[in-house]
């Protein structure tokens, strides 16, 4: 019998059930992260973060880091400081772990060592969200699915930046003393939003300086 098919994820426009994943991370978690980076370049480090799923959606929040050796091409986490930060954070919810990112002094890419790593989180864990930067802020970000089914994919990464409530009082401010509005005929009225909404970009389009 002829396969009449290739493998591939299918297209969630046209064949497919659903969106494809994405990976989502707050502007204040990705300055921590290249802040480490940029601390400590050319030298690797490692660090974990915890994901709240939202559909197809990976929320990166509360990104960390703990003791761990490193030099130019390794970096090895303490594993006694892993047991300790378990047995001192039984309040969270430490299911939600599942985000593992290091660095690269040079090019970005997973090498046979960190598929290693996500395998061994697979063991206890059902999808495993990686992340390697260096200090370029080039990356690349992966999904390992372990249950009910396997499957690994590079997911784009987006950053989202959330107006302060400081800054738009400012904002608020300076407009109430240097615009005039002028009212030609019917305007409709819009009432004023009780909450600032997060602003989505791709971190390709994101202009970070050093």
């Not at 990686?130 to 992966?142: G, P, T, W």
Request: glycine letters at 6%; aromatic letters at 10%; proline letters at 4%.
């Amino acid at each position: 019998m002829k396969n009449m098919y290739k493998g591939g994820i299918l297209n969630p426009k046209t064949e497919g059930l659903s969106e494809l994943p994405v990976a989502v991370i707050k502007q204040k978690n990705l300055d921590l992260m290249f802040g480490f980076v940029l601390s400590h370049c050319p030298y690797e480090i490692n660090g974990r973060g915890y994901v709240r799923l939202d559909g197809n959606i990976f929320n990166i929040e509360d990104v960390f880091i703990l003791p761990q050796k490193s030099g130019l091409g390794f970096v090895d986490e303490n594993e006694g400081a892993i047991h300790r930060y378990i047995a001192q954070n039984l309040d969270k919810n430490l299911d939600l772990m599942n985000f593992q990112w290091h660095s690269h002094p040079g090019e970005v890419y997973f090498s046979s060592k960190d598929q290693e790593s996500a395998r061994r989180w697979g063991e206890t864990m059902d999808f495993v969200l990686s992340l390697v930067v260096n200090e370029k802020f080039e990356y690349v970000c992966r999904l390992d699915i372990f249950k009910p089914v396997e499957l690994s994919m590079q997911i784009p990464l987006v950053v989202t930046h959330e107006i302060n409530g400081k800054t738009m009082q400012f904002c608020k401010s300076e407009i109430a003393k240097k615009v005039t509005m002028s009212r030609i005929g019917n305007v409709r009225s819009v009432a004023p939003r009780k909450h600032i909404k997060t602003v989505a970009l791709s971190l390709d389009d994101v202009a970070i300086e050093r």
